[in-house]
T-cell receptor, first 115, second 112 residues
């Protein structure tokens, strides 16, 4: 059973470009969480999604950021018109659908660098 | 405000030595506390999970303690190895929430 997969692992974008980060949850997991980790800081919750639904996006900036988890395919975190401050590591985690303690399994992360 | 604080921020030890990492939290209500190991360039991997009623839990050379009264936890690493070099993150789950509260981690470097 493959773990949580994220791609790309490293992404470089110039200011103003768009960044698309992908996350494939573990097999059988239907809950996905995105976190951002700034240098020297802990992971911060951004958004929680289930298939085709955004459950909680309270940690995500209102502008330029969006997330989706379609019925088919990976979850996508999209950042439009990136700025230098978006440079960070973005981690995705997934958890089983029900009866769990919300144990979250983390992917390896995507390191976004905005130049 | 729910917070998790870790100390020290970084630590260097010699291979074979023991060390203890600290975690203080102000998270309410408390559900569980996990220690994660995060290797450079990788995602966090769970080492231990402790609930309110557990005081000590071991996973190989890693032993975690929890004092729910003082809201403190520690992670003790015995006979350190070079592969222990990583960040160790304390994470608390508040109540039934999925919004985990992460500490900023302790960066451990084990030198030969």
């Amino acid at each position: 059973n493959a773990g949580v997969m994220q791609n790309p692992r490293h992404l470089v974008r110039r200011r103003g470009q768009e960044a698309r980060l992908r996350c494939s949850p573990m097999k059988g997991h239907s809950h996905v969480y995105w976190y951002r980790q700034l240098p020297e800081e802990g992971l911060k919750f951004m958004v929680y999604l289930q298939k085709e639904n955004i459950i909680d996006e309270s940690g995500m900036p209102k502008e330029r950021f969006s997330a989706e988890f379609p019925k088919e395919g990976p979850s996508i975190l999209r950042i439009q018109q990136v700025v230098r401050g978006d440079s960070a590591a973005y981690f995705c985690a997934s958890s089983p659908p029900t009866g769990s303690s919300y144990e979250q399994y983390f992917g390896p992360g995507t390191r976004l660098t905005v130049t | 405000k729910n917070q998790v604080e870790q100390s020290p921020q970084s630590l260097i030890i010699l291979e074979g030595k023991n060390c203890t990492l600290q975690c203080n939290y102000t998270v309410s209500p408390f559900s569980n506390l996990r220690w994660y190991k995060q290797d450079t360039g990788r995602g966090p991997v769970s080492l231990t999970i402790m609930t309110f009623s557990e005081n000590t839990k071991s996973n190989g050379r890693y032993t975690a303690t929890l004092d729910a009264d003082t809201k403190q936890s520690s992670l003790h690493i015995t006979a350190s190895q070079l592969s222990d070099s990583a960040s160790y993150i304390c994470v608390v789950r508040p109540g039934s929430s999925y919004k985990l509260i992460f500490g900023s981690g302790t960066r451990l470097l084990v030198r030969p």
